[in-house]
């Protein structure tokens, strides 16, 4: 079900006095329906559908300490991991758990459109209540610093030879730029190994423990232990060489594999969410993403500004989904 905005209505100044007092009276504790005219006046959960250290739970946890250390918010924001189908339990458990409620909000990513088009999330991220994007994130491919692919000559040979000889530490999501290399290499993407792990930090343990050869995610989702040396960066998708201290990783077209493909976050809500809510929301993050706190943390974790609402965030969305389905088809990654 896609979300709606409610209607509004003309009352009179009396009729409306006496309507927001019985609704104040008559709210409901799971937080259905509008939140009256001191909406948000009880906490707000921000949802991250990953475990904590994936690219969901940077994003949740960075989102609820700006707004509550630069006061743009004052009711408490506590942030929940709620794992599962690579974003998908969370989204369903939203539609169909929480639909009209005020009170919960959870980030948005590429994974969800990705996870929709491959047939194994019953919903994509237009059947909630999508209230912005907030920024572009580079996907790369990593490996252990003292690996056996530490470079993409090797892996790209490495592939050629023998591809399920390489398990590739993968959330579901983030399978696609990786078939899209593979494809571009001329290597047939079914014959992968990918190995689903929920996000970065599972993704860095099965490296550092030798289960995996190789994982692909966001960047800042394996910034930490890039940065420490434990890790070492193979290839990035970015459009162009990344930022210090990254800058020596080599991008894919910069390698002669044409392939460009970045991952958007946003915030939504369950599927009709309340005007007023979406609209605070709407108001809320924009304030945010101009705070000096978030700034420095989209530099530090090397995120691109993206913020959009309405009309321009739908415009982006569906393109972005347009995308995602051209890739799936073109390299048939499936389950």
Same mark, same amino acid.
């Given at each position: 079900?896609?979300?709606?905005?409610?209607?509004?209505?003309?009352?009179?100044?009396?009729?409306?006095?006496?309507?927001?007092?019985?609704?104040?009276?008559?709210?409901?504790?799971?937080?259905?329906?509008?939140?009256?005219?001191?909406?948000?006046?009880?906490?707000?959960?921000?949802?991250?559908?990953?475990?904590?250290?994936?690219?969901?739970?940077?994003?949740?946890?960075?989102?609820?300490?700006?707004?509550?250390?630069?006061?743009?918010?004052?009711?408490?924001?506590?942030?929940?991991?709620?794992?599962?189908?690579?974003?998908?339990?969370?989204?369903?458990?939203?539609?169909?758990?929480?639909?009209?409620?005020?009170?919960?909000?959870?980030?948005?990513?590429?994974?969800?459109?990705?996870?929709?088009?491959?047939?194994?999330?019953?919903?994509g991220?237009?059947?909630?209540?999508?209230?912005?994007?907030?920024?572009?994130?580079?996907?790369?491919?990593?490996?252990?610093?003292?690996?056996?692919?530490?470079?993409?000559?090797?892996?790209?040979?490495?592939?050629?030879?023998?591809?399920?000889?390489?398990?590739?530490?993968?959330?579901g999501?983030?399978r696609?730029?990786?078939?899209?290399?593979?494809?571009?290499?001329?290597?047939?993407?079914?014959?992968?190994?990918?190995?689903?792990?929920?996000?970065?930090?599972e993704?860095?343990?099965?490296?550092?423990?030798?289960?995996?050869?190789?994982?692909?995610?966001?960047?800042?989702?394996?910034?930490?232990?890039?940065?420490?040396?434990?890790?070492?960066?193979? /290839?990035?998708?970015?459009?162009?060489?990344?930022?210090?201290?990254?800058?020596?990783?080599?991008?894919a077209?910069?390698?002669?594999?044409?392939?460009?493909?970045?991952?958007?976050?946003?915030?939504?809500?369950?599927?009709d969410m309340?005007?007023?809510? /979406?609209?605070?929301?709407?108001?809320?993050?924009?304030?945010?993403?101009?705070?000096?706190?978030?700034?420095?943390?989209?530099?530090?974790?090397?995120?691109?500004?993206?913020?959009?609402?309405?009309?321009?965030?739908?415009?982006?969305?569906?393109?972005?989904?347009?995308? /995602?389905?051209?890739?799936?088809?073109?390299?048939?990654?499936?389950?």
């Amino acid at each position: 079900m896609k979300s709606t905005k409610m209607s509004r209505l003309t009352i009179g100044a009396a009729a409306l006095s006496s309507l927001a007092l019985a609704l104040a009276g008559c709210q409901s504790g799971d937080g259905s329906g509008g939140g009256g005219g001191n909406y948000p006046s009880k906490p707000i959960n921000v949802n991250a559908p990953a475990e904590p250290g994936s690219g969901w739970d940077t994003t949740a946890r960075a989102m609820a300490q700006t707004l509550e250390e630069e006061g743009i918010v004052d009711v408490p924001l506590p942030v929940q991991n709620k794992p599962g189908g690579t974003g998908c339990s969370w989204l369903t458990e939203m539609i169909n758990n929480h639909s009209g409620a005020d009170d919960q909000i959870a980030i948005s990513s590429l994974a969800n459109q990705t996870m929709n088009n491959r047939g194994l999330c019953e919903y994509g991220p237009v059947d909630a209540t999508m209230i912005a994007t907030l920024y572009v994130e580079n996907f790369i491919v990593v490996a252990p610093q003292d690996g056996e692919l530490t470079d993409i000559d090797g892996l790209i040979s490495a592939l050629e030879s023998d591809p399920q000889a390489v398990p590739i530490a993968a959330a579901g999501d983030d399978r696609l730029p990786f078939a899209l290399l593979a494809d571009a290499a001329g290597i047939n993407p079914s014959e992968l190994n990918f190995v689903d792990y929920e996000g970065g930090g599972e993704q860095t343990t099965a490296l550092l423990n030798g289960d995996a050869t190789v994982a692909i995610a966001g960047l800042s989702e394996f910034r930490a232990t890039l940065e420490s040396g434990d890790l070492t960066g193979v /290839v990035s998708f970015a459009p162009e060489p990344l930022a210090a201290p990254f800058d020596s990783v080599p991008t894919a077209v910069d390698s002669g594999y044409d392939v460009t493909l970045a991952n958007w976050r946003g915030v939504y809500g369950p599927a009709d969410m309340p005007e007023e809510a /979406v609209t605070y929301w709407e108001e809320t993050l924009q304030e945010m993403v101009e705070s000096e706190s978030w700034q420095e943390t989209v530099e530090k974790n090397q995120w691109s500004p993206e913020f959009l609402t309405g009309d321009e965030m739908d415009t982006y969305i569906t393109e972005a989904n347009e995308t /995602v389905a051209e890739g799936v088809e073109k390299t048939e990654i499936g389950s």
